[in-house]
């Protein structure tokens, strides 16, 4: 079968980091994705990884572990307009189906 | 940056109506693909569709629905007689075909009465 887990909500201060994680079962895996989405909008895509290890692109981060089925998603210098939905994702292969399988979301508020 | 596209952005319909939502993927993407989300809940893949044929489809996606390609720009999902429970928005998403980043229009958010 296949499922994929993220916590529901989480809470975090301006200007900290958080660390939003994710794990997934799966017979056939063709990377993970991690998307923003506010509120009625459509997912803004934030990280891919296919092989193992850390991908950075500014204040976001991305960890994967194949091995495990485990990826997180680091946030750092939080904003408040990070406020957001944050999506977990794989892609199940063949990847060019597109068949990416989402998890509920994990609602991140951003404090003051 | 280029973007997908979809119209319309909201759409009220009554139950048992026709309902078509249309999309422009980015111009020299390849694969083409519908997903949707109910209010709360996860999102949903529908269908992809390459080369002018569906290449998977997702168990939500019966003979109710159906997808085209009409010319070169456009990719349409067809809802032939809706139900309250498809009320969700519809995401159309293009994946170029090299890389794996598939990107997502705004959505087109259906209400079904």
Redesign the interface.
């Known amino acids: 079968g296949q499922n994929i887990d993220q916590p529901t909500e989480m809470t975090a201060t301006e200007g900290a980091i958080v660390q939003i994680n994710c794990t997934y079962q799966t017979s056939g895996f ?2 993970l ?1 991690w ?1 923003q989405q506010h509120a ?6 934030l990280s ?1 990884n ?1 092989l193992d290890g850390l991908e950075e692109k500014g204040r976001f981060s991305s960890f994967l572990s194949r091995s495990k089925g485990y990826s997180y998603l680091l946030l750092k210098e939080l904003q408040m307009k990070d406020s957001a939905s944050y ?1 977990c ?1 794989f ?1 199940k292969a063949p ?11 994990t609602t991140l508020q951003v404090k003051p | 940056e280029p973007e997908v596209t979809q119209t319309p952005s909201h759409q009220v319909t009554q139950m048992g109506q026709e309902v078509i939502l249309r999309c422009v993927p980015i111009s020299n993407h390849l ?1 083409f ?1 519908w ?1 949707r989300q109910i209010l709360g ?5 529908l269908v ?1 569709f ?1 080369n002018n044929e569906i ?2 489809k ?1 168990e939500i996606f019966d003979d109710q629905f159906s997808v085209e390609r009409p010319d070169g720009s456009n990719f349409t999902l067809k809802i032939r007689s809706t139900k309250l429970e498809d009320s969700a ?1 519809y ?1 159309c ?1 293009s ?1 170029q ?1 090299s890389g ?8 087109s ?1 259906l209400t079904v009465v």
């Open positions: 063709n990377g994705f998307y009625g909008e459509a997912p803004t895509f891919y296919v999506l994702a892609l990847g060019n189906t597109g068949k990416l399988i989402f998890g509920q979301g | 694969y693909y997903y809940q996860k999102v949903e893949f992809s390459y290449s998977e997702s928005m995401f998403a994946l075909g794996n980043t598939i990107y997502f229009g705004e959505g958010w």
